[in-house]
């Protein structure tokens, strides 16, 4: 599994966001949805012009509200963005961080998924690093998402 540590000062991204369940996998047969919608509607479009950070791509944010006790999730599609709110759209900040970024080779949604399993547990019982709180990404690059070469980040808190 092929990843490197960055450090990041914050950043905020601009997009769309959904709530979903994790009990019974309802999120991962949920989100791929929800990206179908962003691409039909025109948004993820936007997302791409409005794009203006350090992180080229959409992005995928993952905020777990695990601190309620509830299985529930916040699921944003986005992009990295400086500048006036959009209208219609809204701002998240993502908190200055050490990040594992690892990459993901394949098509969507199932390299992602497979990737998130090996990181849980492959990577983490086998590194000195914890998860920390916060989010975490996705991020997306151009190109065709169910292509077997496509490219794409998944980027965890760490401390």
Not at 30 to 51: F, R
Not at 144 to 150: C, L, M, T
């Amino acid at each position: 599994m092929n990843y490197q540590i960055v450090e990041r000062e914050s950043f905020q991204v601009v997009g769309i966001k959904r709530e979903f369940s994790c009990v019974n996998g309802e999120n991962l047969r949920e989100i791929p949805k929800m990206w179908d919608d962003v691409h039909a509607d025109g948004t993820n479009d936007l997302l791409v012009e409005l794009n203006n950070g350090e992180i080229n791509g959409v992005v995928g944010v993952c905020v777990d509200k695990r601190y309620q006790q509830s299985g529930l999730m916040d699921y944003w599609i986005a992009a990295e963005y400086e500048g006036p709110q959009p209208e219609g759209l809204e701002i998240l900040n993502i908190p200055a961080a050490k990040w594992g970024v690892f990459e993901v080779h394949g098509a969507m949604p199932d390299s992602m998924q497979n990737a998130w399993k090996q990181i849980f547990s492959e990577w983490f019982p086998s590194n000195h690093y914890e998860h920390a709180a916060g989010p975490e990404l996705e991020v997306y690059s151009a190109g065709d998402p169910w292509s077997p070469d496509y490219y794409s980040e998944i980027w965890i808190p760490l401390k």
